[in-house]
């Protein structure tokens, strides 16, 4: 049996991973804040910005497997959030919070909750986290979302460190999927210029068609996946591939 995990499964890039290891009969799991309609793989409702229903979700997930049935597993840190697009000094203290918990300390929990439960497992393992070019480029207007994107790489980094020394251990990549036509684009080509100076670059990519489809790197994130191109501890740009 394969299985994928994934987070945010339910919207954009998630939905199209989800909706693509599925078509390549994979169980999936999917973890969101909201419900597909007439979907066939197993949903679980949670809110992964609180700590308790973010480790019951993983819970819940591997109380439904079987790992000796398990070839292979992956886990998608895919679920995140742009936040209040402003300044500093100009945002709400509780949406950093949120921001940032959904970003980065969701990631690190569910990750946890993965290599604990799949200790010892002889199945191949691997955790992708979706990242962004704003890790390493600093966009004024989005702070809190480059600095916790940041943190998703340097997640990656160390869990490849560390599972490098088990045997059979995790393998973990960070992917840059590029500019993708979501519902977060679509907030951030409503987002005032004195809020966000780069707007004009984003309607343009939009009005010249310059987008990626999510299907398009949901079938990228699976052939990185499935036809072992994962160097472990890798940060891979889809649009340099």
Known sequence: MDILIITGGSKGIGKALAQKYHSENYTVFSIARSELKNCNYTQITADLTQLDATVNA??????????????????????????????????????????????????????????????GWKANKQIINISSGAATNPYQGWSVYCTSKAALDMTTKVIAAEQSEIENGVKCVAIYPGVVDTHMQTAIRK???????????????????????PSFVADSIYTIDTKNQLENGAIVDIRKL
């Open 191 to 213: 987002t005032p210029e004195s809020n966000f100076k780069n707007v004009q670059r984003f309607i343009d990519l939009k009005d010249h068609n310059e987008l990626y489809a």
């Open 58 to 119: 993983m819970h819940t997930v591997f109380s439904q497997i079987d790992a000796s049935t398990v070839a292979r597993i992956t886990l998608i840190n895919n679920a995140g959030t742009l936040g209040t697009i402003n300044t500093l000094g100009n945002l709400d203290p509780e949406n950093i919070s949120q921001s940032i918990q959904l970003n980065t300390t969701t990631p690190l929990i569910v990750s946890n909750e993965f290599i604990r439960f799949t200790k």
